[in-house]
């Protein structure tokens, strides 16, 4: 499986590790360390090194309970530095907003790539996703960052995640997107408990049915800190490295995580492993 990222082409038969960049102060993990520019581009620099073939940047936090942030600033976190990265490193470049117009100036930027929470659900997302032909990363979230944690609650989380991938995606294939520009990924920690993450972890290969490449991102997150006695947060890297290593194994192609080298170190072990199945 490939996936055309503009001028870019990411081979999907082995898992690739997406590097986390929060241009943004209150990011629950690494809130406020790179929201500048150089330092954005250096952590950026850190990462390639380490293993990722994906950026991921970000201006708005999302994590349970943040609040949003106007369009101007998030144009002015992420704009700047997709540019500044897409200037100085051979790599894939993620823009992480809702916003239509961030999408649209991260791609004239050089993005290639959208990775959206809200699964283009903003007015307008879906006609500018489709204007700048780039592949588009449609996640699951029950309510809004800042209640989605508040009492999340599913009659089948495995089954309404999956029911709604598919109506995303057939809203992208109604406004043009086609099926092999797309992503899911089942929103791990948005609007989602304990035992719900778990559940959607165990299972994660059900997506696979869905017939394009699954994201999935819980590094350091609260349901890696659940069954390690409420870790803090830079207490959590063996436990997120295990869980990306069971979400690559159950057919992740693309995890998101902040330790970029310790998870492509055991994403080269999961390759080595899955040639063999």
Known sequence: MKLFCGDRVLDLS?????????????????????NSIESGLQHAMQMVSDGASIIDVGGESTRPGSTPVSLQQELDR??????????????????????PE?????HKAGAHLINDVRALQKAGALQAAKQTGLPVCLMHMQGQPETMQ???????????????????IQACNDAGIETNQILVDP????????????????????????????????SRKSMIAGVLDNAPVDQRLYGSVAGAV??????????????????SDALRVVKATQTHL
């Open 14 to 34: 082995a898992p690739h590790v997406m590097g986390i960049l929060n241009a943004t102060p209150d990011s629950f993990s690494d809130g406020g360390q790179f």
């Open 78 to 99: 992420v704009v700047p530095l997709v540019e500044k990265i897409a200037q100085r490193l051979d790599v894939c470049i993620s823009v992480d907003s809702s916003s």
């Open 102 to 106: 961030v999408f649209l100036e991260a």
């Open 150 to 168: 508040l009492k999340p609650e599913y009659h089948q989380v495995l089954d309404e995640v999956y029911d709604f991938l598919v109506s995303r």
């Open 187 to 218: 929103g791990f920690g948005f609007g989602k408990s304990l035992e719900d993450n778990y559940q959607l972890l165990a299972k994660l290969a059900h997506f696979k049915q869905l017939g394009v490449p699954v994201l999935a991102g819980l």
């Open 246 to 263: 069971i979400a690559a194994m159950n057919g992740a192609q693309i995890l998101r995580v902040h330790d970029v080298k310790e998870t």
